[in-house]
C-alpha cells in the first residue's frame, strides 16, 4: 500500500478561517493511528477478489464544518486522546446556533493505476460524532460500490493538490 497524501493531512487538525471551524480528521483519530490501514481493510475482500497488486492512498478529507464558531487560542492545540473522531476544541463548539454544520467524508484511491471515488457530504443540527462516522461510512460504501463495478473517477479530488490530498507538484 502507498500513502500518497501530503503529511499535512495524516493528523488531526483544527482550523479557524474566516467562516467558520473546521476540523480534518487525520490518521492519529483511528485505533491503530492509520486511516490508510482502515480504508485497505474495507476494500481487502475487493481487492483480493481482483488479485489487485498495488493500492494507493490518494485522498482522504474527513472534516467537520461549522460556520460562525471560533476556537480559544488556547485550546486549539489540545487534541483529545479519546477513540472519538471529534477533537476536543470542537466539543465546545458545536452547540453554535449556526445550522449549517456540515461532516463530509471524500476518499480517493488508486488500484493498479486507476483512481476510485468515494464521498458523502450531510447537514446536521447535533451528535457531530455520529453525523462524521455516518459520512465516512457512506463514503467507505460507494468507494467500494465504484471500485466492485469498476466505475472510475476523473475527479479533481484525487488530484495533486487538492486539499486532503497529495503535496502540489513543484
Known amino acids: 500500500m502507498l500513502d500518497l497524501r501530503a503529511a499535512v493531512w ?6 479557524q478561517n474566516n467562516v467558520g471551524v473546521v476540523q480534518h480528521l487525520g490518521d492519529d483519530r483511528f485505533p491503530g493511528g492509520s486511516l490508510p490501514d482502515y480504508i485497505a481493510q474495507q476494500l481487502a475482500d475487493l481487492l483480493n477478489g ?11 478529507d474527513i472534516r467537520l464544518s461549522i460556520p460562525g464558531a471560533r476556537i480559544d487560542e488556547n485550546r486549539a492545540a ?8 471529534v477533537a476536543a476544541p470542537m466539543i465546545g ?14 476518499l480517493c484511491v488508486s488500484v493498479d ?18 453525523e462524521l462516522r455516518s459520512s465516512l461510512a457512506s463514503a467507505i460504501k460507494k468507494l467500494r460500490d465504484n471500485f466492485a463495478s469498476g ?4 475527479s479533481p479530488a484525487c488530484e495533486r493538490g487538492w486539499e486532503g490530498g497529495q503535496a502540489r507538484r513543484p
Open 10 to 15: 495524516k493528523r488531526t487538525q483544527v482550523l
Open 113 to 130: 493505476g486507476k483512481d476510485y471515488l468515494g464521498n458523502d457530504g450531510r447537514l446536521f443540527a447535533l451528535g457531530a460524532e455520529g
Open 151 to 154: 466505475t472510475v473517477t476523473s
Open 78 to 85: 489540545v487534541i483529545s486522546a479519546t477513540t472519538g473522531f
Open 50 to 60: 481482483r488479485d489487485a497488486r498495488t493500492l494507493g492512498i490518494k485522498t482522504t
Open 93 to 106: 463548539l458545536l452547540s453554535t446556533m449556526e445550522r449549517n454544520k456540515t461532516a463530509s467524508a471524500v
